[in-house]
């Protein structure tokens, strides 16, 4: 399972500046609904755009397992689906590699599905929580035996007659509703799942786009979400947008580099994704968004960013949501930025690829940056230039590699990483599309 071939150290250095117009990878959150939810349909789904990442192919992996005919087309992806409650017992255990995403929404789909299935994951994935999709789970009938702390390796054993759920989330997290809404797909009757504070609904929306019956109510400061269960899913074709958590790291270099000016185009803006935007707004960043268009129903448009002398900014809890994956470089760019920054309400980051809070915090102060973690905030004293030098330790975390590469193009001395494969989990590509841009990454 795990390699035991040296991890590529990669060396970021100062660079000139920035420039040129790239699309990025597809969305990661609505590649894998696109291939589980045609995998769920009946006839053949086409997918434009689908990341081609490890994350998503782990899924397509578990979904081929499970008895859905997926494969290539030129550049786009077909899914021949089972329908719902079609799928069929795995002949052996599903890896989903360093995806909680592929894991916790699959556990859903899963346990509505009359059928045993083993899940396991890489070093990474085995120690991420899954308690919090398996509690809610349990209400449909099905059995969950995983490893102490509820860890991976999971064995599944669905149920043919799902109860439908009736939960509200205790954190917000757009895993776990996906989760309750997957399972609810095959029970008889009505799903209803609330969530504290409006996450992702990427699910919701594809959900309705192969033809079943959700709708979304306000509850108080977050949603009621309710779906009606086993509706015939329709396939149905879906174009995937650049996925804006990968866009947030070109973004970010052209903000920090001298000179720089960069336009990505065809990037996701679902307001549920935008939270970093509106940060960096607030820090003064020069970025602006052009040929706003709707395409495949989501919000889509080109954004343009140019360097910028940042300010410190102080970003509230409640935005966490909309900007989870993007903490780690936010925090590279509130370093390069003069002032002390607070980023509040941090908890769910220590459930990440890695613990992301302590993670975050050790790659800024490895490169000469002051930081401090109060109770669940971030604490960075910007000083206006980053010193670097560091060597960090990326924890087998793909956005922590990216961010650190990121904070070499701007620090005094260059920076390094311990190991750079897991960036092809979200990002196939990345230092190549960097370096067209002219960044200054290399092998070390
Ligand atoms: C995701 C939800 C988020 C996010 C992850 C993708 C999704 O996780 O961090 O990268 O596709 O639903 P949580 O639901 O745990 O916040």
Redesign the pocket.
Same mark, same amino acid.
Do not use: C, F, M, Y
């Given at each position: 399972m795990e390699s035991l071939t040296p991890r590529p150290h990669i060396s970021a250095r100062p660079a000139a500046p920035l420039t040129g117009s790239i699309g990025v990878p597809g969305d990661?959150?609505?590649s894998?609904?696109a291939l589980m939810f045609g995998a769920l349909a009946i006839g053949q789904t086409r997918i434009s755009g689908l990341l081609e990442g490890e994350d998503v192919l782990r899924t397509a992996g578990a979904m081929r397992a499970l008895g859905a005919e997926i494969s290539r087309d030129g550049a786009d992806w077909l899914v021949a689906g089972r329908g719902i409650g079609g799928l069929t017992e795995p002949a052996d255990v599903l890896d989903m590699g360093n995806s909680?995403?592929a894991a916790?929404?699959l556990a859903g789909i899963l346990a509505s599905h009359d059928l045993y299935a083993v899940m396991t994951g890489d070093a990474s994935l085995r120690k991420r929580p899954m308690a919090?999709v398996i509690e809610p789970l349990k209400g449909t009938g099905a059995q969950f035996f995983a490893r102490s702390g509820n860890r991976l390796p999971l064995t599944i054993i669905g149920t043919r007659e799902a109860m439908p759920l009736t939960y509200r989330l205790p !954190?917000? @997290?757009?895993? !776990?509703? @996906?989760a309750v809404l997957l399972a609810g797909l095959n029970a008889r009757g009505v799903t209803e799942v609330e969530e504290p504070e409006p996450?992702?609904d990427?699910?919701e929306n594809m959900l309705r786009h192969f033809g079943a019956q959700v709708s979304v109510e306000r509850a108080g400061k977050g949603r009621l979400i309710r779906l009606t269960g086993q509706p015939e899913l329709r396939a149905a074709d879906v174009v995937v947008p650049g996925d804006p958590?990968s866009a947030a790291f070109p973004i970010a270099a052209a903000l920090l580099v001298p000179g720089s000016k960069v336009t990505i185009t065809g990037a996701g803006l679902n307001p549920l994704r935008t939270g970093l935007f509106e940060s960096l707004r607030e820090m003064g960043a020069e970025l602006t968004i052009e040929n706003a268009r709707i395409e495949g129903g989501e919000p889509v448009g080109d954004i343009v960013a140019a360097y910028t002398e940042l300010r410190a900014v102080d970003v509230p809890a409640e935005r966490a949501?909309s900007m989870?994956?993007e903490y780690p470089i936010l925090a590279v760019l509130c370093a390069a930025a003069n002032g002390t920054s607070r980023l509040r309400g941090l908890s769910?980051l220590r459930?990440?690829e890695s613990d992301r809070l302590s993670a975050t915090a050790a790659l800024l102060r490895v490169n000469g940056v002051q930081v401090e973690i109060e109770g669940d905030d971030l604490i960075i004293h910007g000083t206006g230039s980053i010193p670097g030098g560091g060597l960090v330790e990326t924890h087998m975390d793909h956005r922590l590699a990216m961010s650190a590469l990121v904070l070499g193009q701007a620090s005094k001395e260059p920076a390094r990483i311990d190991d750079a494969s897991f960036i092809d989990t979200?990002f196939p590509g990345f230092l190549t599309l960097m370096r067209g841009l002219g960044a200054n990454m290399v092998a070390a």
């Open positions: 990661k959150s609505i894998h609904r909680g995403t916790r929404l919090r !954190v917000a @997290s757009a895993q !776990v509703k @996906s996450t992702r990427h699910s958590s949501p989870i994956d769910e459930v990440k979200s």
